[in-house]
C-alpha cells in the first residue's frame, strides 16, 4: 500500500509563501495522477490542485495564479508552491492520488501537514 509523507507546513504571515512537499513510498507513483489537498476548520475535504502522470496541472479557481503544484517522479516526491497566501487557506493540507474520474477521493490518507496564516 503506498503511503505518503507530507512536510513543510508551518504558520506564515498574510501574503507569505510556503512549499509543501510529499514523498510517496511504493513503485508505482509514476503511473498516478496526484493532488494536494486541504481541510479548514469546519469544512470539507477540498481538491486544491491535481497533476497526472504526464505533468498536465488543474486548479482550484480560489488558488489559481498563487498555487503551483509539481512533481519530481524519480524522488516520489510532489511540491505545492503556495504564494501570496491568505486568511482563508488555513487548513491541514493532505497529498493523495487524485480523484477518480467520477470524483471519488481515496479511502486512505497520511497526517497532513497544517498551514495557518495570520492576518
Known amino acids: 500500500q503506498v503511503q505518503y509523507v507530507e512536510s513543510g507546513g508551518g504558520l506564515v504571515q498574510f501574503g507569505g509563501s510556503l512549499k509543501l512537499s510529499c514523498v510517496a513510498s511504493?513503485?508505482?507513483?509514476?503511473?498516478?495522477?496526484m493532488g494536494w489537498y486541504r481541510q479548514g476548520p469546519g469544512k470539507q475535504r477540498e481538491l486544491v490542485a491535481g497533476?497526472?502522470?504526464?505533468?498536465?496541472?488543474n486548479y482550484l479557481d480560489s488558488v489559481k495564479g498563487r498555487f503551483t503544484i509539481s512533481r519530481d517522479n524519480a524522488k516520489k516526491t510532489v511540491y505545492l508552491q503556495m504564494n501570496n497566501l491568505k486568511t482563508e487557506d488555513t487548513a491541514v493540507y493532505y497529498c493523495?492520488?487524485?480523484?477518480?474520474?467520477?470524483?471519488?477521493?481515496?479511502?486512505?490518507w497520511g497526517k497532513g501537514t497544517q498551514v495557518t496564516v495570520s492576518s
Open positions: 497533476i497526472t502522470s504526464g505533468g498536465s496541472t
Open positions: 511504493g513503485s508505482i507513483f509514476t503511473i498516478y495522477a
Open positions: 493523495n492520488r487524485a480523484p477518480t474520474t467520477s470524483g471519488t477521493y481515496p479511502k486512505d
